[in-house]
């Protein structure tokens, strides 16, 4: 629920750390100068080379006790109030343990050293965090508001909507209320758009972000058609739990304006995962983007030569959760190619499309070597660098072909789609769509950062041998 303040939580991790660490050099620098008795002199802080190891030690020690006490969590962040209220007691406790690791370490710290720079630090972090929920509260106002929706009559959703018209006002914007059969028991504190069986169109017409889904217990059997209807669609879902004794798999519960809430789509890779994954993808995408710059321009030159139209290929594609966005690729195909699939598309034996055809007349001269060494591939990396694609993941999919899913195939879309995949490196387009779905429902099943480079060292041998390159 409060994952776009993701950023502004980075930048306080990063922030309070390089903030400790300069005024403890300045704290140590100026302290001759500052009232009280001098134990040290002058010059006892000359040579860094010695006292090195504690400018990293404090801040380490700061942030691990600021974890430990939630100081950075995301519910508190875009509020100055909850942040100056954790921060308070979670500050005391670090420098207690700051005080100790001098007391055993640095004996000729002297006290009150460390007193002006606990009373600095404090004074430079609350001044932070004031400023950048400044920042946070003018932006909010440029920027547009979350549309929300909000499906059932509970108490708890009639709460909850009272709340984000009263505190979340400038980030989220309450489109309506929906009717799930039960009625209302009180006044509406937003207008009633339309009944469950509009929930579809409602999220499209209304531009719908996030759905919140509060059923009361007798209509629980009807929470997994919801999902199910909106799975095409590029929208958060969250339930609000009637009961909770309510246990869903591969679910994250939060609380929410004081109302537990259940994420139904939340990203299946998270926390240290994910930041691994995400730091592993950069890294790769940008050293491998350095490195293939001048096949860039060979490949370039040798597209326009061999056929009219432009040598990069924008596409839309559907991406983690639904969200569509736009994949480049160097073209291997002639210009309007898309306008005749239904004259290439075949059906395999058990009736299931095949897509992608070993002989396909729109494929191109160069297009057919470029995806013989899977070349045309390269601008993904791009993708990656934006953060709309991994190295490892299912292959992104063109929206007309996810049409067709059925329930057990939309998990797929729970990961980030990826350069390459297990589907890939275990028959790439030999394999039709019905098999390569449950390759990737593995994949999604299954992750992990030791997988993720198993795929990787297995689609070099694959690449290298052409196997089901089309």
């Known amino acids: 629920m409060y994952k776009q303040y993701k950023p502004y939580q980075y930048f306080l991790v990063i922030a309070d ?31 860094f080379s010695h006292f090195w190891p ?20 995301l519910s508190r962040v875009p509020f100055f ?45 609350v001044a932070e965090r004031y400023l950048l929920t400044l920042f946070m509260a003018k932006r909010a106002t440029m920027a547009e508001r979350t549309n929300v929706l909000i499906v059932g009559g509970t108490e708890r959703s009639i709460a909850l909507a009272e709340r984000l018209f009263q505190q979340y006002g400038s980030v989220y914007n309450l489109v309506g209320l929906v009717d799930s059969g039960d009625g209302f ?11 469950i069986e509009d929930l579809p169109r409602l999220v ?90 001048p096949l860039w321009l060979v490949i370039w030159i040798a597209i326009k030569m061999d056929s009219p139209g432009p040598a990069i290929f924008k596409t839309d594609r559907i991406g983690e959760n639904g969200k569509i966005f736009t994949m480049y690729k160097f073209r291997t195909m002639v210009v309007g190619a898309a306008r005749l699939q239904d004259k290439v598309m075949a059906l395999d034996k058990d009736g299931e499309p095949v897509y992608k055809l070993s ?78 779905t449950q390759y990737d429902l593995y994949y999604v099943r299954n992750y992990s950062f030791v997988l993720d480079l198993k795929i990787i060292l297995k689609t070099i041998g694959v690449v290298l041998r052409g196997k089901g390159a089309y």
């Open 81 to 125: 109030s909850l942040q100056i209220s954790r921060l308070v007691s979670s500050y005391l406790l670090a420098v207690l343990v700051a005080a100790g690791f001098f007391y055993f370490t640095y004996r000729e710290v002297s006290r009150l050293l460390v007193v002006y720079f606990s009373l600095i630090t404090f004074a430079a972090m």
């Open 204 to 293: 499209r017409e209304h531009d719908i972000q996030l759905v919140l889904i509060a059923l009361t217990r007798s209509k629980y059997q009807e929470v997994e058609k919801l999902i199910v209807d909106l799975y095409p669609l590029p929208v958060r879902i969250y339930l609000i739990p009637d009961v909770l004794e309510l246990s869903l798999r591969h679910s994250e519960v939060e609380t929410f304006a004081d109302v537990t809430v259940i994420g139904i789509r939340e990203p299946v890779i998270q926390g240290a995962q994910r930041a691994v994954k995400r730091i592993f993808d950069v890294v790769v995408a940008s050293v491998a983007l350095i490195l293939s710059s």
């Open 17 to 47: 750390f390089f903030l400790i660490v300069a005024i403890l050099v300045i704290a140590v620098k100026l302290r001759p100068l500052l009232p009280g008795k001098t134990i040290l002199a002058a010059d006892t802080f000359a040579d």
């Open 359 to 436: 002989v396909d007349p729109r494929i191109t001269g160069v297009g057919r070597w470029l995806r013989r060494w899977s070349l045309d591939e390269l601008p993904q990396f791009i993708n990656i660098l934006k953060g709309e694609m991994s190295l490892v993941g299912p292959r992104p999919e063109q929206a007309f072909i996810t049409q067709d899913y059925d329930a057990s195939q939309w998990p797929r879309l729970s990961v980030p789609p990826g350069l390459t995949g297990w589907w890939q490196v275990s028959g790439r387009s030999d394999l039709p769509l019905h098999l390569n």
């Open 185 to 195: 028991d009180s006044a509406l504190p937003a207008p009633l758009i339309g009944t």
């Open 54 to 73: 504690m400018f990293l030690a404090v801040p380490i020690l700061f942030h691990i006790v600021f974890a430990m006490t939630g100081v950075y969590e």
